[in-house]
C-alpha cells in the first residue's frame, strides 16, 4: 500500500480557509485533517470538512453527464457523454448569442472560493462571448461597500491578534458555526481575562457563551452604533489625538450622534438604556487605558434594508476610541481586501464587450421572469449554474423556482450532486470537489495565500469547472490561447507577485509549502493611512453623498418591521431571521446524512408568549408565511429567540425538508441601501398551527 499526504486548502464559503491535510491510500483519501503548522487552522477543522471524504465519496455524487428527461423540476436525467454534453451546450449557446449574446446568464457564487475553479476560465469565457455580467450580491456587498466608505478597502484587525484583545465585541456574527477558528482566539483573549459581548437578537451558540449578551431587535445595529457614538462624545470617552490626526468630519458626527441619546437608541432597539451606556462606557473606557478593544462584526447585521450603513456606523467606533493604535484593536469585517488577487489575469475584463448588461443575482427571481424590454435588453434565454444552488439560497424562491421551470430557457448546471437547483437543468456536468482539482485561494477571515493540491484522480467521469469551460470555448471555436490554460499556468497569476504584500510569491513553492503570510504590518491604521480618498477614516463621506446617501452615519429602519411598517405587521406581525445553521455551510452539507441527523430537521426557534397566543407547543409543526410564500417547520419553543422574533437556521435542501420548502420561501428580493444585496433579515411573517 502507498500512503501519501497532500497539502489542500478548505474551498468553503467560510472566512476560516483552512489549511488540510490528505492522506491518500492507494489513490483513495482516507482522512482529512487541519494542518498543526498552519497557525490560523491549528489542526482544527469544523465537523463539517472533517467529514469531506465522506461528502467527497457520497453515493449521490454526479458522476456522468446527464441530460433531463422528465418536466423541470421533476429530477428525472439519462447519461449522455461528454462529448454528447458539450455538443449540445455549444449548439443552443452558438444559436442564442447569434442573436444577442446578453441572453446568456452565468449564475454562480462560492461554492468553491478558489480563485481557479471560481472565475477565470468561466469569466474569460462570459466576456469573449458578450453574455450578461452578474452582479454576484448574494452575501457580502452592503457591508463591504459600508466598510469601504469609511476605511477604504475591506482589511482589518488581523484574526491572529484578536487573542491579545481586552474587550471583544462579537457583533452580528456566530462564529461557533460560522467562524470557529476565530471563536477559538476569542476563548484564548477569554482566558487571558478578556470580556466577550455578543450583539444579537437571538441567544446564538455564540452569545450563549459570551459574558454578555445584547438582544436588540434585528436591523437596528445602526441605531446602536449611533447611541454608541452620543454617549462616547458627550462623555469624553474618545481619543482626540487620533481624530485629529487621522479622521475627517469629526464635527458633524459629533452634531449627528448628539440626536441619539440613550433613550431615543434603547426605545429603537429593543433595549434598555443602561446596555446603551455601559457598552459604550466599557469600550471607551478600557480604549483610553490603552487596553486593546476590538469588534468582530459579521454579515448578521447587514442582511436588512439599511445594512450597508449598520456596517459603516460599527466601523467608525475603532477610530473614534483610537482602537486602531493596537494590533489587537480594531475592527474586522473580512481581511479580504488584503490580497493583491490578479483578477485583470484571471478574469481578463478587457475582453468585455462594450454595453454588457449586469444582472444582479439577488433578483434572479424577477429577471428570470422578465420579457424584452428596452431597459432590460434581451429576456434570459440561457442560464450557466456553478458554484451555486440558486433555488434554495436566492431569495423569494417561489419566483426563481417559476423562473428555472421555464420551458423556453436554456439550463446547464454544474454539480457535485443532484441539488435543487439541478433539477431544473437541461444538461447537468459533474464537476470535480477540491481534493479532485488544483486550485490556488485568499480568505476573508485571516492573511494567508494558500495552495490547494489534487489529492485524488476526478471520480467517474468528473472534470473541473475549469476543463469543461475550456471544452466549450474550444467547441465554439474560440481560439485564443487564453481558453487552454491549464489550472497551474491560471494558478500561478492568482497573486500579483509585484505587490509589496505578496512580494515574489511563487506558485510552485506555495504548493509545496501550501501557504504563505502576506508581509502587512500587525497595526494596519495605527498611523491612519486609510485607503480613502482622503487616506482619513472618513466619518463624513463625500462619496457617499456623491452616491446619493446620507454622508454622515444615520440610522435606515428595516423595511418590515413592527416600528416601520404597523401595516404589514398587522397582517404578519413576527421578524424572522434566517442564518446559518452549524451543520450546513449554505445549502451544501444539507445532503450528507451524518451532518443532517446532527442538524435533525428544518426547525423555528419561536418565544414561548408568541406560541402561547397562537396555541403552539413545543414539537408541533407550524407554518410560517407571508405574501410571498410559506413553508412547514416544527415549533421549538424557546426564549433564545426573543419575543417578535422567530429563526430558522439555514439553508435547507428544498427536497430534503418537511413540505420540499425552506426559508427562502419568505425571504424578499427588496435590495439594501448600498451594494446592491439581499435582505434575508428583513422579513415579516405570521406563524399558525399546522393543521392536519
Ligand atoms: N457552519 C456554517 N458556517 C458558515 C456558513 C454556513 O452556512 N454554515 N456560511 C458562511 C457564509 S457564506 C457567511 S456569509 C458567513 C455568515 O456568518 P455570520 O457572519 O456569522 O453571519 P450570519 O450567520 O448571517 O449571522 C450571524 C448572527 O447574526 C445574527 N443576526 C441576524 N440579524 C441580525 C441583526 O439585525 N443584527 C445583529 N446584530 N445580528 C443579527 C443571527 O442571529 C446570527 O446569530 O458564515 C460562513 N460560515
Ligand atoms: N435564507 C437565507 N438564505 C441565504 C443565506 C441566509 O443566511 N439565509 N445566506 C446567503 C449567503 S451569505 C450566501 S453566501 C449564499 C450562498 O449560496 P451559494 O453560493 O449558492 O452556496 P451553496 O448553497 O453552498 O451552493 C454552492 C453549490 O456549489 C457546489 N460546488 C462546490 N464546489 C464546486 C465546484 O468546484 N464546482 C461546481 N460546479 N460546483 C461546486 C456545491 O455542491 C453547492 O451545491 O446563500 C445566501 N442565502
Ligand atoms: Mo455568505
Same mark, same amino acid.
Given at each position: 500500500m502507498t500512503t501519501t499526504q497532500v497539502r489542500a486548502t478548505c474551498p468553503h464559503d467560510c472566512p476560516d480557509t483552512c489549511? +488540510?491535510?490528505?492522506?491518500?491510500?492507494?489513490?483513495?483519501?482516507?482522512?482529512?485533517?487541519?494542518?498543526?503548522?498552519?497557525?490560523?487552522?491549528?489542526?482544527?477543522?469544523?465537523?463539517?470538512?472533517?467529514?469531506?471524504?465522506? &461528502?467527497?465519496?457520497?453515493?449521490? &455524487?454526479?458522476?456522468?453527464?446527464?441530460?433531463? +428527461?422528465?418536466?423541470?423540476?421533476?429530477?428525472?436525467?439519462?447519461?449522455?457523454s461528454w462529448d454528447q454534453a458539450i455538443d449540445e451546450i455549444a449548439t443552443r449557446l452558438s444559436a442564442i448569442a447569434a442573436k444577442n449574446p446578453?441572453?446568456?446568464?452565468?449564475?454562480?457564487?462560492?461554492?468553491?472560493?478558489?480563485?481557479?475553479?471560481?472565475?477565470?476560465?468561466?469569466?474569460?469565457?462570459?466576456?469573449? +462571448?458578450? #453574455?450578461?455580467?452578474?452582479?454576484?450580491?448574494?452575501?457580502?456587498?452592503?457591508?463591504?461597500?459600508?466598510?469601504?466608505?469609511?476605511?477604504?478597502?475591506?482589511?482589518?484587525?488581523?484574526?491572529?491578534?484578536?487573542?491579545?484583545?481586552?474587550?471583544?465585541?462579537?457583533?452580528?456574527?456566530?462564529?461557533?458555526?460560522?467562524?470557529?477558528?476565530?471563536?477559538?482566539?476569542?476563548?484564548? #483573549?477569554?482566558?487571558?481575562?478578556?470580556?466577550?459581548?455578543?450583539?444579537?437578537?437571538?441567544?446564538?451558540?455564540?452569545?450563549?457563551?459570551?459574558?454578555?449578551?445584547?438582544?436588540?431587535?434585528?436591523?437596528?445595529?445602526?441605531? +446602536?452604533?449611533?447611541?454608541?457614538?452620543q454617549v462616547l462624545i458627550s462623555e469624553n470617552l474618545i481619543d482626540e489625538d487620533y481624530i485629529a490626526r487621522y479622521t475627517l468630519g469629526f464635527d458633524q458626527l459629533k452634531q449627528r450622534a448628539a440626536e441619539w441619546a440613550p433613550e431615543r437608541t434603547a426605545q429603537v432597539c429593543g433595549i434598555t438604556v443602561d446596555e446603551v451606556v455601559n457598552l459604550a462606557r466599557e469600550y471607551g473606557q478600557m480604549a483610553r487605558r490603552g487596553e486593546p478593544v476590538a469588534i468582530r462584526t459579521n454579515y448578521g447585521v447587514q442582511r436588512v434594508a439599511g445594512g450597508g450603513m449598520a456596517v459603516r456606523n460599527i466601523t467608525c467606533l475603532p477610530a473614534l476610541v483610537g482602537a486602531w493604535r493596537h494590533p489587537a484593536g480594531g475592527v474586522q469585517l473580512s481581511s479580504s481586501g488584503s490580497f493583491p488577487v490578479n483578477s485583470a489575469a484571471l478574469q481578463r475584463p478587457d475582453l468585455l464587450k462594450n454595453g454588457a448588461r449586469t444582472i444582479n443575482m439577488t433578483t434572479i427571481g424577477d429577471d428570470l421572469l422578465k420579457n424584452a424590454s428596452p431597459e432590460f435588453g434581451p429576456k434570459?434565454?440561457?442560464?450557466?449554474?456553478?458554484?451555486?444552488?440558486?433555488?434554495?439560497?436566492?431569495?423569494?424562491?417561489?419566483?426563481?423556482?417559476?423562473?428555472?421551470?421555464?420551458?423556453?430557457l436554456f439550463t446547464v448546471v454544474l454539480e457535485h450532486f443532484q441539488t435543487d437547483t439541478a433539477d431544473y437543468a437541461d444538461i447537468l456536468l459533474p464537476a470535480t470537489t477540491q481534493l479532485e482539482h488544483v486550485d490556488a485561494h485568499k480568505a476573508y477571515g485571516h492573511l494567508y495565500m494558500m495552495a490547494n493540491n489534487a489529492a485524488i484522480a476526478p471520480l467517474g467521469e468528473a472534470k473541473p469547472n475549469t476543463e469543461i469551460f475550456r471544452l466549450i470555448a474550444a467547441r465554439m471555436g474560440f481560439t485564443d490561447p487564453i481558453f487552454q490554460e491549464s489550472d497551474d499556468e491560471i494558478a500561478a497569476q492568482a497573486f500579483d507577485a509585484r505587490h509589496a504584500r505578496a512580494i515574489n510569491v511563487d506558485w510552485e513553492s506555495l504548493k509545496r509549502k501550501g501557504w504563505q503570510k502576506l508581509s502587512m504590518p500587525d497595526a494596519p491604521f495605527a498611523e491612519g493611512n486609510f485607503p480613502t480618498p482622503s487616506g482619513k477614516c472618513e466619518f463624513y463621506s463625500a462619496s457617499m453623498l456623491a452616491d446619493g446617501l446620507d454622508p454622515l452615519p444615520t440610522y435606515i429602519p428595516p423595511r418590515e418591521s413592527v416600528a416601520s411598517n404597523p401595516v404589514l405587521a398587522a397582517k404578519y406581525p413576527l421578524a424572522m431571521i434566517s442564518p446559518p445553521a452549524r451543520n450546513f455551510l449554505n445549502s451544501s452539507f444539507v445532503n450528507v446524512t451524518s451532518l443532517r441527523s446532527t442538524e435533525g430537521e428544518p426547525r423555528l426557534d419561536i418565544h414561548p408568549d408568541d406560541c402561547a397566543t397562537r396555541g403552539i407547543v413545543d414539537g408541533e409543526m407550524v407554518r410560517i408565511f407571508n405574501d410571498r410564500g410559506s413553508f412547514v417547520c416544527k415549533a421549538r419553543v424557546t426564549t433564545k429567540a426573543r419575543a417578535g422574533l422567530v429563526v430558522g437556521l439555514s439553508v435547507w435542501w428544498k427536497k430534503l425538508a418537511t413540505d420540499g420548502k425552506n426559508a427562502n420561501e419568505v425571504t424578499s428580493q427588496a435590495l439594501t441601501d448600498m451594494g446592491r444585496a439581499p435582505t434575508f433579515y428583513d422579513t415579516l411573517v405570521q406563524v399558525e398551527k399546522l393543521h392536519a
Open positions: 489549511a +488540510l491535510l490528505i492522506t491518500v491510500e492507494d489513490g483513495v483519501a482516507t482522512e482529512v485533517k487541519g494542518d498543526p503548522d498552519h497557525p490560523t487552522t491549528a489542526g482544527v477543522l469544523c465537523t463539517k470538512v472533517s467529514r469531506y471524504t465522506e &461528502r467527497t465519496y457520497h453515493p449521490d &455524487r454526479l458522476l456522468y453527464p446527464m441530460r433531463r +428527461l422528465g418536466n423541470k423540476g421533476e429530477g428525472k436525467f439519462e447519461r449522455i446578453q441572453a446568456i446568464l452565468p449564475y454562480s457564487y462560492a461554492g468553491t472560493m478558489g480563485l481557479v475553479q471560481g472565475e477565470s476560465i468561466s469569466a474569460r469565457f462570459f466576456h469573449h +462571448l458578450g #453574455a450578461s455580467l452578474l452582479d454576484r450580491t448574494i452575501c457580502a456587498t452592503a457591508g463591504f461597500t459600508g466598510y469601504k466608505y469609511t476605511i477604504g478597502a475591506t482589511i482589518g484587525t488581523d484574526l491572529e491578534q484578536f487573542q491579545n484583545s481586552k474587550l471583544i465585541i462579537i457583533w452580528g456574527g456566530n462564529p461557533i458555526a460560522s467562524n470557529l477558528h476565530f471563536w477559538m482566539r476569542a476563548q484564548e #483573549a477569554k482566558r487571558n481575562g478578556a470580556k466577550l459581548i455578543a450583539i444579537d437578537p437571538y441567544r446564538s451558540l455564540t452569545a450563549e457563551k459570551c459574558h454578555q449578551h445584547i438582544a436588540l431587535l434585528p436591523g437596528t445595529d445602526a441605531a +446602536l452604533a449611533l447611541g454608541l457614538m434570459i434565454e440561457a442560464v450557466i449554474v456553478y458554484n451555486s444552488n440558486p433555488v434554495a439560497i436566492a431569495p423569494d424562491s417561489p419566483k426563481v423556482m417559476q423562473g428555472f421551470a421555464r420551458d423556453d
